[in-house]
DNA sequence: GAGTATTTTGTAAACGATTTCAATATGATT
DNA sequence: AATCATATTGAAATCGTTTACAAAATACTC
């Protein structure tokens, strides 16, 4: 590979010179530039983007930190950090956290480590222990899960009202006993039940301890959590969950408890998934808009690393009820 | 941040001496490695691994790039691969090339401008044309597709026989008229498409033309491709695609025509999905290993950093068949 | 055309580590 | 105690950029 001082003296200049065509300066000769640039190409140069971030103290990359990669929800989000990021130049390192603080822990020290110009984090909690480590200069934006007392850029779903209205939806549509199966440890999980809560008292009906259950994020708790919630003395007429794994599991313990959705039991959820329009029912959920997310959540980090100063931002998106078969109006049984 | 400077004046060292004990040589008295050790602590020194990755002409970074990250494949396969690559020490740069070539030659050149160790790589095509551009030195593995003229690591599956299973599976459960909606333009497809076209002679059929379908290798085309087998004058009694985004497509399409599986038509594919088994009936597959792929790779990968001159390996692993509702045995009708 | 202002260019010092080589200290051997 | 071998240490070069500053070249003014 060819260095900028390879380039220099094959077109008779400084160094200087070609870093100042590389930057683009006004203050070369059109004559010189040329030869610059003819010896660029003709050596196949490209910049050491290594000395050039080692010198400028910062490179062109992001990070991103997740907490569970297996979710839709998140691969959707990568990929729209990726696209985006890589439209302003930056690439993207990616981890995953399986929801585990530690790894979120030493993962941000990896990235500070990398010079990452940024993180977008999804934390695994609300109060994101490894965060308040880092210096106070460091770029970070989450998303989906606030850390409410951390002075940082957040985009963030309208989780209570999403909630409100999915759980209004199961109403209206004649469900009573309503189960909810939480992320628990999140902020999202907390939002998403109190906006539950609050649809249910709107109509008039008491939040039962015994129906609501908070549990990790996950296809097995997820299964655990609404098998046990099915066998109950007095079952639930209708699920609704606040991820889609969770869906996956509770849909996975209705199958093998063998009842019919939604007659027997309702089951809504969040997060648009390519399965929950193939299974039948299909599944009524709140889709968000994923791709805005993570396009907002890395523009605001590029932001912020320009301009350190700037007040920080919260950003909140507005979810989409998109309203399926699986929350059908009841048919009353007896 | 404290640099190495400052601890080598904090501990009264020079510098040279710092960076020995930081790479643990034993040519260091115990009495001077502790007090480096304590002014390390006490200075909260952090190495700059930008330095490191300069001095060194090599990072500690992978770069995986997928073809498709929508492609639950290609999550898992991520979430191996960062696993892997984190227990080494390296992380990892992903990128996305949505099945564009372009945006493939574009992002290895990304990886090279960022002096990865090294890069992961599922191609777009059968030969890779940016590929050709590195320099010899570039430490590549190839997953999932191969790159027949290449001679770099690969880790595949046996595709051939995989599909050869998988159509023999649903010729013993008697469907004789069998259509394949293969990714066009791997050699993935192909031999998927292959192995198919083995088993149906093997069975004394003759594959026809009119059944067989190559398409971009997602659920748009595999919808469409799909509907038009099923509008067929004479339509297939089975249906097989060679990846889950074709499925889902493929089963948007047997939804829409309101027909059922497996009695009107059978539905099998390759890779596991969290919705295949959810479906009703839940969906005949192959599973790849997906995890030890991603994990093979990585593994190869390191091993060719730190060797760049050993002969080039391919690993070949077995898909396994999981039979389930969507091929049971078929009822003649009539 | 001399003097000044402005633009263009080059020199050399960073950035923060690793490593070669030489110098010094230590220990072993006689 | 002198000699030699060996173990420790440090000075300085290096990786490939960018950029402050100084120097040189050019343009402008009178």
Request: proline share 6%; charged share 25%.
């Amino acid at each position: 590979m060819a260095s900028i001082k390879e380039v220099a003296r094959a077109a008779g200049v400084s160094t200087a010179t070609v870093s100042r065509v590389l930057a683009n300066s006004p203050h070369v000769r059109p004559a010189l530039r040329e030869r610059v640039l003819k010896a660029i190409k003709e050596l196949e140069y490209r910049p050491n983007l290594i000395a050039r971030s080692l010198r400028a103290q910062q490179t062109t990359t992001i990070g991103l930190i997740v907490s569970d990669i297996r979710n839709p929800f998140f691969t959707a989000i990568s990929r729209a950090v990726e696209d985006t990021a890589y439209e302003e130049g930056y690439s993207l390192i990616l981890c995953n956290t399986d929801e585990d603080p530690k790894k979120e822990s030493i993962y941000l020290n990896v990235m500070r480590d990398a010079n990452v110009a940024g993180v977008i984090l999804s934390p695994t909690g609300p109060t994101a222990a490894g965060l308040r480590e880092l210096e106070a200069g460091f770029a970070v934006v989450v998303i989906d899960r606030s850390i409410p007392d951390a002075d940082v850029d957040m985009v963030l779903l309208d989780n209570v009202d999403s909630a409100y209205r999915l759980t209004r939806h199961l109403l209206e549509n004649g469900y009573q006993r309503i189960a909810a199966i939480c992320g628990e440890r999140s902020t999202t999980g907390r939002e998403r039940c109190a906006g539950y809560e609050q649809a249910l008292r709107a109509y008039g009906l008491l939040p039962t301890a015994e129906l609501v259950r908070f549990v990790p994020p996950q296809i097995e708790a997820g299964y655990a959590a609404a098998l046990r919630l099915l066998d109950l003395p007095e079952p639930p007429e209708a699920l609704l969950t606040t991820n889609s794994l969770l869906a996956a599991g509770a849909l996975e313990a209705i199958r093998e408890r063998g009842l019919r959705i939604p007659d027997e039991v309702a089951l809504v959820t969040f997060d648009e998934t390519t399965w929950a329009s193939l299974v039948q029912p299909p599944i009524t959920l709140i889709e968000q808009p994923t791709y805005e997310i993570g396009k907002t959540a890395t523009e605001l980090l590029l932001q912020r690393v320009a301009e350190p100063e700037r007040p920080t931002r919260r950003v909140i998106l507005k979810g989409r009820l998109l309203v399926r078969g699986s929350s059908a109006p009841r048919v009353r049984c007896g």
